[in-house]
């Protein structure tokens, strides 16, 4: 029994190691888990190309380069929630509709804009973004994955699921050396950011507010300092820290990868 239980004690050492290693190395728990399904509503903005998906609310810039393609939404104001919902990704399925394709094929989309609400409209009739609606305007590639173009506009199921990205969270520097503003993307697990910081080579960690969309931004001297970003999930809570992300030598318009995410 004695050896039984020093094996047992040897097996919970490694674990809690294995852990520590993980937290260390700036990884946070994977603890993000799908919703429930909800009913809503999904039409479809420009055309097969996707071109007028780029750019949009978030701060995405070109959603090819940047790894999100065609597979994209905009959101209306109940789901993008200032900007917070930005990255979040959901599964979608048409529903109830004789535009849906048979077997209710699902897809998952990320969502990268605003669909801004209409008040000229009828929030019933061409206003579908109106608060308190909840509603997907979709990437023409990305509605046609789940309904007929036809069709307009359809009822959909959807519920969130986890962001699987390739790699780890990536950092667009706009600003100058005395104000510093980070679009974030690749962001896996929940997608979305709730708090972030900046330490400079030469500083401790600074707070930075949250501008707009995935951006946030810090009013600091921190030009000539290699620079690490602290990270806090909206959704989940958890958060990672991405280490010396960028060189003291950084520059605005240039985005630095990092070997950290959420999962």
Not at 34 to 45: C, D, E, S, V
Not at 158 to 182: A, D, E, H, P, S
Not at 244 to 250: C, D, K, Q, R, Y
């Amino acid at each position: 029994m004695a050896w039984l239980l020093d094996s047992w004690c040897l097996s919970l050492i490694l674990v809690l190691a294995a852990v520590g290693r993980a937290t260390a190395a700036g990884y946070s728990t994977p603890v993000f888990h799908p919703t429930a399904w909800k009913l809503a509503y999904a039409t479809f903005y420009g055309d097969e190309t996707a071109s007028e998906t780029m750019g949009g609310a978030c701060g995405y810039g070109n959603l090819f380069t940047n790894g999100y393609g065609t597979a994209t939404a905009a959101l209306s104001s109940v789901l993008f929630n200032n900007g917070y919902g930005c990255g979040q990704c959901f599964q979608l399925r048409c529903v109830n509709s004789k535009w849906c394709y048979k077997g209710s094929p699902s897809t998952t989309i990320t969502a990268t804009n605003l669909c801004p609400p209409n008040w000229s409209k009828d929030s019933n009739n061409g206003g579908w973004c109106n608060p308190p609606r909840t509603h997907f305007d979709m990437a023409k590639p990305a509605f046609m994955r789940i309904a007929q173009w036809k069709g307009g506009i359809v009822p959909v199921m959807y519920r969130r699921v986890t962001c699987v990205r390739k790699g780890g969270l990536r950092f667009t520097f706009q600003g100058n050396g005395y104000w510093l503003l980070v679009y974030v993307m690749n962001v896996g697990g929940g997608g979305d950011i709730a708090n972030m910081w900046v330490k400079g080579s030469k500083t401790g960690w600074i707070s930075m507010s949250h501008n707009w969309g995935a951006s946030y931004q810090a009013f600091a001297t921190l030009g000539g300092q290699s620079l690490s970003f602290k990270i806090t999930s909206y959704t989940s809570h958890e958060t990672v820290i991405a280490y010396n992300v960028a060189p003291a030598n950084w520059q605005v318009g240039m985005t630095y990868g990092s070997n950290v995410n959420f999962h």
